[in-house]
């Protein structure tokens, strides 16, 4: 990543508006909207920003690395004894409700959390294998 791309990370990060757009990506770094495109496209394909929307309306949410992820659930666990879709995106850092619920997912087949219930009501409680200590 380049100073610019962590810059609006970092002013992602500090805002807690939990995403930025794209005008936003030229006000901050005073670049032009070609090289914005292409420094964010770069942030997609490391995995560390995720696009939602299309176009004009596209917002992108940065997305917290796996293990600091982890390290974040484990103590989520220690004080609680469950976790909600809501609760999970202010874990990961305010994301959309729908990148949650796909990460949500993920974490379930990783075999990480337990899934329990549907819409709503819907429940994740840790696995063995998330509360595993290194």
């Known amino acids: 990543m380049n100073n610019r791309q ?7 990060y ?3 508006k939990g995403h930025f757009v794209l005008r936003e990506y030229v006000k901050v770094n005073r670049v032009d909207k070609d090289t914005a495109k292409a420094e964010i496209k770069e942030l997609i394909d ?3 920003v995720e696009i939602v929307g299309t176009r004009k309306a596209a ?3 940065p ?3 796996r293990a600091s992820l982890e390290e974040k659930l484990r103590e989520h666990f220690s004080r609680k004894e469950y976790l909600t879709n809501t609760g999970y995106r202010g874990l990961a850092g305010n994301i959309h ?3 949650a619920s796909v990460q949500l997912r993920k974490l ?3 075999g990480l959390l337990r899934k329990e219930g549907k819409g709503r009501g819907t429940r994740y409680y840790p ?3 998330l509360l595993k200590t290194k």
């Open 14 to 16: 500090q805002n807690k």
């Open 97 to 99: 409700v729908v990148t």
């Open 59 to 61: 917002k992108y949410y």
């Open 127 to 129: 696995t063995g294998k």
């Open 108 to 110: 379930v087949s990783d």
């Open 46 to 48: 490391l995995g560390v």
């Open 6 to 12: 962590r810059r609006i990370l970092a002013e992602t």
């Open 63 to 65: 997305l917290l690395q």
